[in-house]
């Protein structure tokens, strides 16, 4: 596709290096009859080698001029576009099981992911990121990485981090390192959940203040009493805790 001069206001970052994109296309490993959806196409780089594979291939995009460019485009005929803001698309009207991928602008990263795990139709997500936040997806409990955003994310999804993507890879080149994520949800959950909701609340409760011990960030939900019978030292912070942890937090909660 022609020049497109990218908007800050988007995010926009275009991958241009072609073995990168070999590499993440290799990553998603599409099959010709898969249903997916491409957040963000830009100017293609995905978009072309995964329409080489699919019979069709969905798009949400928002700039209006890149919307208008793939309307005049070619490869366009096996392509739906839904002319959009992702963090506002009901991905789930598309059909199940469907599998995601994209370059997330960095701006909406974290939201667009919250959104995206409320769709049971969602088969698998392959993300190009900013690799500070890959690492808070994945990161293990007691690193520093480790947060609301690993607990949230890894209670709901199995999670790797499959390709570091440097910033030269890009045009223009980002100020940050990009990593990709390979997101699938749960075959079978290992943890049961009374009230998901309560989970959030207290996983975002417990991090708030991440330098105070669990007995001053939970204090509105446990007594001293509720540590001893979880085996929970009160005394330690919310990063020592996994995720298994806080849900059993949760479920004695919602049981009280």
Not at 118 to 140: C, G, N, S, Y
Not at 171 to 177: F, G, L, Q, T
């Amino acid at each position: 596709m022609s020049s497109h001069i990218p908007r800050k206001r988007f995010g926009q970052h275009f991958l241009t290096n072609r073995q990168v994109i070999a590499d993440i296309v290799s990553a998603i490993r599409p099959s010709a009859d898969d249903l997916m959806v491409e957040i963000g196409p830009g100017l293609g780089a995905l978009t072309l080698p995964l329409l080489q594979t699919l019979h069709h291939l969905h798009v949400v995009e928002l700039d209006r001029d890149i919307v208008a460019r793939w309307e005049k485009n070619d490869a366009a005929k096996n392509l739906t576009m839904h002319a959009c803001d992702a963090l506002k698309f009901d991905f789930g009207s598309l059909g199940s099981p469907l599998r995601v991928v994209g370059n997330l602008p960095y701006n909406i990263s974290t939201p667009l992911l919250f959104h995206l795990a409320t769709f049971p139709a969602i088969m698998d997500m392959h993300f190009m990121l900013q690799k500070e936040v890959v690492d808070r997806m994945v990161a293990r409990p007691s690193t520093p990485a480790y947060g609301r955003l690993s607990v949230m994310l890894q209670y709901q999804f199995v999670m790797e981090s499959v390709l570091d993507v440097p910033p030269d890879a890009f045009s223009p080149p980002p100020k940050v390192d990009s990593a990709v994520v390979r997101m699938a949800p749960w075959q079978q959950r290992p943890f049961h959940i009374q009230d998901e909701a309560l989970l959030s609340r207290i996983v975002l409760s417990a991090f708030a203040m991440r330098r105070k011990t669990l007995h001053n960030t939970l204090k509105n939900y446990l007594g001293r009493p509720d540590f001893e019978e979880l085996g929970l030292d009160g005394g330690m912070r919310a990063e020592n805790l996994s995720v298994e942890d806080f849900v059993r937090i949760a479920n004695r909660v919602a049981e009280r």
